[in-house]
């Protein structure tokens, strides 16, 4: 690990003046960071900690376009939100795939603003010896091609890239249409999370839409559109494991008719991957296996396996039927 400088900020301007023109970066529960740190993969020159902004706080909207919602602050942990009342009520999809990634210990340090800025877990990502990586290294290639590629994304994937988007929130929250607040040296602007992931295309290490500097501060979520909400993770062992197949949906189903429906998907995309064809084959359709189905397989129709994920195309559909089931029970 190289040297490094160490700033606490006490408030958003000067943490982001901190982390401008330096290559600075933002460090809260550091549960990603300080582990590529430690590997070597991200060598910042300077560290710029904002646990003490006042950001760690869930509240209702009572204005503006998002009156309803939600507004939940960078730094609120995992654990909090997950286990927040108004989350379990309105947004069970949500608490649903908190709870289901990593262990209880990393979600009491892991705060929503890192969540987001997750990094992923392909092994030629992370390990500086196993191969080639574009992420890590532009213009080098990508191992995972021809090397070990089970758990590599089949959706969203370029010739520069097939690293699998690894967060569970942000699938959650890709399904509830949240849109993502951050600041820098220029102000104040939103980013709809549909637009805040970058696919790999010839950049894969250019991850979001995110400038130098710029900090994330809460995160909203406009009121839910159903009270059928369901994240389901399928996954190689019960726990701290993450997901080969996900499928977070959010729908409201009225005298057997789905009337509206966001489905999101996880494990198999290179970002938080949203099924806009599957939705437009099931709105005004019965909520039955025959539509489910249907669902699934646009879903999954650009789907690009390689043959040690080829099993994923299967599996992702499986994932998708059993979701939009249990959510429209």
Same mark, same amino acid.
């Given at each position: 690990?190289?040297?490094?400088?160490?700033?606490?900020?006490?408030?958003?301007?000067?943490?982001?003046?901190?982390?401008?023109?330096?290559?600075?970066?933002? *460090?809260?529960?550091?549960?990603?960071?300080?582990? /590529?740190?430690?590997?070597?993969?991200?060598?910042?020159?300077?560290?710029?900690?904002?646990?003490?902004?006042?950001?760690?706080?869930?509240?209702?909207?009572?204005?503006?376009?998002?009156?309803?919602?939600?507004?939940?602050?960078?730094?609120?942990?995992? !654990?909090?939100?997950?286990?927040?009342?108004?989350?379990?009520?309105?947004?069970?999809?949500?608490?649903?795939?908190?709870?289901?990634?990593?262990? &209880?210990?990393?979600?009491?340090?892991?705060?929503?603003?890192?969540?987001?800025?997750?990094?992923?877990?392909?092994?030629?990502?992370?390990? /500086?010896? !196993?191969?080639?990586?574009?992420?890590?290294?532009?213009?080098?290639?990508?191992?995972?091609?021809?090397?070990?590629?089970?758990?590599?994304?089949?959706?969203?994937?370029?010739?520069?890239?097939?690293?699998?988007?690894?967060?569970?929130?942000?699938?959650?929250?890709?399904?509830?249409?949240?849109? *993502?607040?951050?600041?820098?040296?220029?102000?104040?602007?939103?980013?709809? *999370?549909?637009?805040?992931?970058?696919? &790999?295309?010839?950049?894969?290490?250019?991850?979001?839409?995110?400038?130098?500097?710029?900090?994330?501060?809460?995160?909203?979520?406009?009121?839910?559109?159903?009270?059928?909400?369901?994240? @389901?993770?399928?996954?190689?062992?019960?726990?701290?494991?993450?997901?080969?197949?996900?499928?977070?949906? $959010?729908?409201?189903?009225?005298?057997?008719?789905?009337? !509206?429906?966001?489905?999101?998907?996880?494990?198999?995309?290179?970002?938080?991957?949203?099924?806009?064809?599957?939705?437009?084959?099931?709105?005004?359709?019965?909520?039955?296996? $025959?539509?489910?189905?249907?669902?699934?397989?646009?879903? @999954?129709?650009?789907?690009?396996?390689?043959?040690?994920?080829?099993?994923?195309?299967?599996?992702?559909?499986?994932?998708?039927?059993?979701?939009?089931?249990?959510?429209?029970?």
């Amino acid at each position: 690990m190289q040297n490094f400088t160490y700033e606490q900020a006490s408030t958003v301007d000067k943490a982001v003046g901190a982390a401008t023109g330096n290559g600075g970066r933002f *460090i809260a529960g550091g549960t990603t960071l300080v582990d /590529l740190m430690k590997l070597g993969v991200e060598q910042p020159p300077a560290l710029v900690d904002v646990t003490a902004l006042p950001l760690d706080q869930v509240e209702a909207i009572d204005d503006g376009p998002m009156k309803g919602g939600l507004r939940i602050g960078a730094m609120v942990r995992n !654990s909090d939100l997950a286990n927040h009342p108004e989350v379990v009520k309105s947004y069970p999809v949500l608490s649903q795939a908190l709870l289901s990634g990593a262990s &209880p210990q990393l979600r009491n340090m892991a705060t929503t603003g890192g969540n987001l800025l997750q990094r992923t877990r392909c092994p030629y990502f992370r390990d /500086l010896t !196993s191969g080639a990586c574009n992420k890590r290294d532009p213009g080098s290639g990508c191992a995972a091609m021809e090397g070990h590629h089970r758990t590599m994304a089949i959706l969203g994937t370029s010739e520069h890239c097939i690293a699998t988007h690894p967060s569970d929130m942000c699938v959650a929250m890709t399904a509830l249409e949240a849109v *993502i607040h951050v600041q820098g040296t220029k102000g104040e602007r939103t980013i709809a *999370i549909g637009e805040f992931y970058r696919l &790999p295309g010839v950049t894969p290490n250019i991850e979001n839409a995110l400038e130098p500097g710029e900090l994330i501060t809460h995160v909203e979520l406009p009121p839910a559109i159903g009270t059928g909400q369901v994240y @389901l993770k399928l996954r190689d062992r019960a726990s701290y494991e993450f997901a080969l197949a996900s499928a977070a949906v $959010v729908a409201k189903v009225e005298n057997g008719h789905i009337r !509206s429906v966001r489905l999101a998907m996880g494990g198999v995309g290179t970002r938080p991957w949203r099924a806009h064809a599957a939705e437009a084959v099931l709105v005004g359709r019965l909520a039955n296996a $025959v539509n489910f189905q249907a669902a699934a397989e646009a879903a @999954l129709k650009g789907a690009k396996p390689h043959p040690e994920n080829a099993f994923k195309v299967e599996l992702a559909k499986r994932c998708v039927t059993r979701a939009l089931k249990m959510a429209t029970a």
